[in-house]
């Protein structure tokens, strides 16, 4: 069975052969069904359904999302770049339609990189907009950059039938989710799990195996979900890290996911791929 | 059975919690098990048996690699910090132990993201290396910069028992490997291998499974192996980004992996992860 997470869909048409065509934008916009996406608060604007607010287009924005049915997605920098507060981020991920979620990650990550991305790294000169929004070219020593996605690996380790999860000192209280990392330069995504685990609950790590993934635009991460299996289930927490992580029972994650607020933990909301993790190991997909 | 791709190993304790111990790396440079790495032509320098060469540390390299045996390993920035020659490439995955390949892999990518990353993307303003070299900190607006980490995924799409394979322009004469793109911006792994044989070859996907996965650092790719079932075998190529694509068997792909001069293709070299992809393939592994 094919894991589903939040985001992580097809969304448009990203017509890739467009981006290297010079004249392409200004031709986009003048398509007659060309529509630009609303920025609301830093954000891709929701309406009442939770579907993605569209408006024709006005002047020459410079992203090209993708095609819809043959026609042209476009959208503007917003002027506000800034992260996203937390307030706002919790809305948005309970309002939005799942099937308009790929096209907000692919959104939200381009503009905000783009915001972050104004001068040229290799050299501190400012750089533009290139491939209709896709990358960004120095107009100093003419060095192109592509927007970044950054790999993290996310994992449920077991041990002897229970899971080892933990708790970040910004979750509410009660939640306990999968532990994560950014992987790092010269690491393979094993490595990484087994790094990860190792530093933040001092487990050894045997089998790795992988389960499914998901962007997560916050700003720029590509979640990668695994399930490991522990060779020991004795705990050294890094406190740094963490503040607490345990082992739970099938029959508890169970009860967490179902809602009962007698559950000994709070589990992670729908649309992560924490979520998606714990219902796989609950439905023995591993 | 687990697949081990070149550079996949564990590598170095990479010892994260010294890195945020601003007195850590004159400590570890004083350490009289310290060793610092060689570098040579702008790689880290390989011995007749395919080891990494080590020296005693002289001055105060920036880069931490992590400790072996307690012992820190350390590392300064090469002068010549470009993209490696094909040559030396080809030369270097063919010497290279395979149990110093992610140090090798971790130490290239690090060195290159450092010359490409003196100056902040943020603010224009000049950089400095931090957090032992795992990062680098703005002189000027404070932004912290993390290195990249380029999710790609490879994959081999199967239709009735045949495998799908393609020809880079740059390949050597006879060769022909898994098509391969950069993840981009709000796509999951799945996402991307569906858009990618949807864009090189004209190909719609069913299901996609992960294989495995692969540091390569020239300069800084994650590679992310899968196999994909193909919904048909009518192919439309993409010849800005292909010379050719064609459907192999089973037979020939065993073929072409002995080594067979009279092979009906040239198989990918024993480093990259398209070989494993294709080993796995023909062991049945999927």
Chains 1, 2 share one sequence.
């Not at 503007?76 to 990650?105: C, K, V, Y």
Request: charged share 20%.
């Amino acid at each position: 069975m094919r894991l589903r997470p939040f985001f992580s869909g097809g969304g448009l048409d990203r017509a890739d052969h467009l981006r290297t065509d010079p004249a392409a934008i200004g031709r986009l916009c003048a398509d007659s069904g060309a529509l630009e996406l609303v920025w609301e608060n830093g954000a891709p604007a929701i309406d009442a359904m939770g579907r993605l607010c569209w408006q024709p287009v006005s002047g020459s924005p410079p992203l090209l999302l993708g095609l819809n049915d043959h026609h042209p997605r476009l959208c503007a920098l917003p002027e506000d770049n800034g992260p996203i507060d937390a307030r706002t981020h919790i809305q948005l991920l309970t309002l939005l339609a799942a099937e308009d979620s790929p096209t907000f990650a692919a959104a939200l990550s381009l503009a905000q990189w783009h915001g972050r991305h104004r001068f040229c790294s290799n050299c501190g000169q400012s750089t533009e907009p290139n491939r209709c929004g896709w990358s960004r070219a120095c107009t100093g020593c003419g060095a192109e950059h592509y927007p970044r996605v950054d790999p993290v690996v996310i994992m449920i380790a077991e041990h002897d039938g229970r899971l080892l999860l933990g708790r970040q000192p910004s979750y509410p209280p009660g939640r306990f989710s999968a532990l994560a990392g950014f992987v790092e330069p010269g690491e393979s995504l094993e490595a990484a799990v087994a790094r990860e685990l190792q530093e933040e609950a001092g487990i050894a790590v045997g089998e790795v195996r992988y389960l499914t993934s998901q962007p997560w635009p916050f700003p720029s991460s590509l979640m990668v979900g695994a399930w490991a299996s522990a060779q020991s289930d004795s705990l050294t927490i890094d406190t740094n890290e963490l503040d607490d992580a345990r082992w739970f029972s099938r029959a508890e994650v169970v009860q967490a996911l179902s809602g009962d607020p007698d559950a000994p933990f709070l589990p992670p909301p729908a649309a992560a791929i924490a979520r998606t993790l714990l219902e796989a190991w609950v439905d023995g997909l591993m």
